[in-house]
């Protein structure tokens, strides 16, 4: 599991890296507070689609420095691809409404050893 903290302050420790080729496609619905990573920082193309995933998410997209760089709120299934701004390093996925997060705040993962 890892944590995700906003400018030092604690989000989540419900949190997990995912393949990012499959990102949430027929996976089970996230709960509120919990979350997925996408490292797609190896990846030269960094869109996103919502196909095959049936939960609305909220996505948030960071940068190499780990800031973000775009938030798109409540993503609706089986919608179109998701092109951010600028280019994006990581994404963050989770429930609708679990994160206040903004454009130009810093983020930080805290991965906990041994669970």
């Known amino acids: ?19 990012p080729l499959f990102g ?10 919990e979350s997925v990573i996408l490292d797609v920082s190896n990846y030269p193309s960094t869109v996103i689609h919502m196909a095959f995933v049936f939960q609305n998410l909220d996505i948030i997209c960071l940068n190499k420095e780990m800031k973000v760089i775009d938030v798109r709120n409540n993503v609706k299934p ?3 691809v998701i092109n951010p701004k600028k280019r ?9 409404d679990s994160f206040n997060v903004k454009i130009g705040d810093k983020l930080k993962f805290i991965e906990k050893k041994g669970i």
């Open 1 to 19: 599991m890892v944590s995700i903290y906003c400018n030092d302050i604690f989000l989540t420790g419900k949190s997990k890296y995912i393949n």
């Open 24 to 33: 949430l496609m027929f996976a089970k619905k996230l709960k509120k507070r």
């Open 78 to 80: 089986f919608s179109k």
């Open 88 to 96: 994006s390093y990581y994404y963050i996925e989770s429930a609708p």
